[in-house]
């Protein structure tokens, strides 16, 4: 508890962005930064709750509440309302490998089942975050801290987004030998190549990378493995291969047309922008533009969003983006979506604000369905054909969707992309090591083990538990990392 009336005292405050019609003109991140007074006075409203929901964990209701790496935030709140800033770093590593990372793009669920919006607005746990440790990398209190001795075991770690990461820092810590596999270019996985530089500027991956690697984890770039080198040849040299080779497989949207010139995956589109910009600047050109055309986002989520800023930084003529849930209401429904669940409020994320701002409304469409795409005769997207839908969910939790006649609209569109997410981990690695696989196509580990059909071999982050958020990949790649641990030492493990 930082002091029992701070809620009460002190409102809910936010950094400010910069100006979206500024923003769009560049690639940087746009979020400004509070003062160590506002940030101390935003600490100060973490209440006395009793049982605090912020670092639960769970799933509810398809959605996550509280936070899955269990941070004890009500602790680093307090820190900070008192000034102990170093201490508080101590308190958010204790739990959080990336908090750089997780302070920028996670969603914060923790903030959604926060006590204090029960009746307000909840304390600012992100930002405070973000804050924390950027403070600390400012300060130079985050150097390197390679183990004092080593065990003798080597392990591969295959994939380099945040589950692989986790898991390779916290079995170095442990004293292993730890090489990280990465068919990229560069590290980072997802954060370096599928989250765009104005959320996550690629310095800040490359910096925990570096330090990562002066505490002695090695790095592999440009190695698929399958590939260039068979999965088989880890299994018979390593002591352990933790596979977190994500979920990259994209869903399938196979419908009239779908084949034309103009119609790409969400995932193409934006690591070759990614790519382009930290090779060149984008002056090489090797990535899809959206420059001068209308564009078409399929797609309401996180990486759809990403795609509508990205069309926008490259100069599209206009923008929409279509999702086939409904439009959600402007308070939390306490029935249907009551605490501590993620709220489903009605927002304008980033990119809808700038959408919003260049060309007056937001981009999105609600409970819309393409149909066909319709090209020239030279095969180039020139259309999108769509129908409104009505979606409904029977007693088992599957959905169906019914068109609404006479909604039949028609939409100028040269770039069309499908960002509707992924079907599981492409079956390379699965294939050659004979790996058993659930309904779903991820990859079977057992329950809390990681363990997967195949001895040696573990798997965490998207590659098991499907796609889904950056902080439950940090939270799996922690967890297979004490279970690795302790298959390699017998059985025990100091990892927390």
């Not at 399938?252 to 010139?261: A, D, N, T, V």
């Not at 402007?330 to 700038?354: C, G, H, I, K, M």
């Amino acid at each position: 508890m930082s002091t029992p009336t701070g809620f009460m005292e002190f409102t809910r405050q936010l950094p400010g962005d910069r100006s979206p019609l500024e923003r769009v003109q560049d690639w940087q991140e746009f979020h400004k930064h509070l003062t160590d007074q506002e940030l101390q006075r935003q600490g100060a409203r973490c209440m006395d709750c009793g049982t605090p929901y912020c670092h639960t964990g769970m799933e509810m209701s398809g959605g996550t509440s509280g936070c899955p790496l269990h941070n004890l935030i009500p602790e680093w709140n307090h820190l900070v309302y008192r000034g102990l800033w170093r201490e508080a770093l101590d308190r958010l590593h204790r739990t959080n490998n990336f908090p750089e990372f997780t302070g920028r793009v996670c969603p914060a669920p923790c903030e959604g089942s926060c006590t204090v919006g029960l009746i307000g607005q909840p304390v600012t746990i992100k930002t405070i975050e973000q804050a924390i440790v950027d403070r600390g990398f400012d300060e130079g209190w985050i150097v390197p801290e390679p183990p004092a001795r080593r065990t003798g075991r080597r392990v591969a770690v295959v994939g380099s987004g945040p589950a692989g990461l986790a898991c390779a820092a916290q079995l170095n810590k442990a004293g292993h030998e730890v090489t990280v596999y990465e068919r990229s270019d560069r590290i980072g996985g997802l954060l370096m190549y599928g989250i765009p530089t104005m959320k996550l500027d690629k310095a800040v991956v490359q910096r925990r990378v570096d330090l990562l690697a002066a505490e002695g984890v090695k790095f592999v770039t440009s190695t698929e493995i399958g590939k260039d080198i068979m999965a088989q040849q880890l299994v018979e040299q390593y002591d352990a291969v933790v596979l977190c080779g994500g979920a990259t497989k994209p869903r399938q949207f196979e419908i009239e047309g779908s084949h034309l010139q103009g119609v790409h995956y969400a995932m193409p589109y934006l690591n070759g922008t990614i790519k382009s910009y930290l090779d060149s600047g984008l002056r090489d050109g090797q990535y899809i533009s959206a420059a001068g055309k209308d564009v078409i986002v399929i797609g309401g989520g996180d990486t759809g969003s990403d795609c509508v800023a990205t069309a926008l930084r490259h100069g599209c003529r206009s923008i929409t983006q279509f999702g086939t849930h409904a439009k959600a209401p402007l308070e939390r429904d306490s029935l249907v979506n009551p605490w501590p669940q993620f709220p489903n409020v009605y927002t304008l994320d980033y990119a809808q604000q700038e959408a919003k701002a260049l060309y007056g409304h937001d981009p999105r469409e609600f409970s819309i369905m393409t149909t066909r795409f319709v090209g020239d005769e030279q095969g180039n997207l020139q259309e999108l054909h769509t129908v409104q839908i009505q979606r409904s969910v029977d007693a088992a939790g599957r959905k169906s969707y019914e068109p609404v006649p006479g909604t039949e609209r028609v939409f100028p569109a040269q770039l069309a992309l499908i960002a509707i997410g992924f079907d599981g981990p492409e079956a390379t690695l699965i294939d050659e090591l004979g790996l058993e696989t659930d309904r779903r196509s991820n990859v079977k580990a057992r329950y809390g083990q990681y363990s997967t059909s195949v001895d040696k071999v573990f798997t965490a982050g998207d590659m098991r538990r499907g796609q889904s958020l950056v902080v439950w990949a940090i939270q799996e790649g922690r967890d297979a990392a004490r279970e690795v641990d302790k298959y390699l030492l017998t059985g025990s493990s100091l990892l927390p």
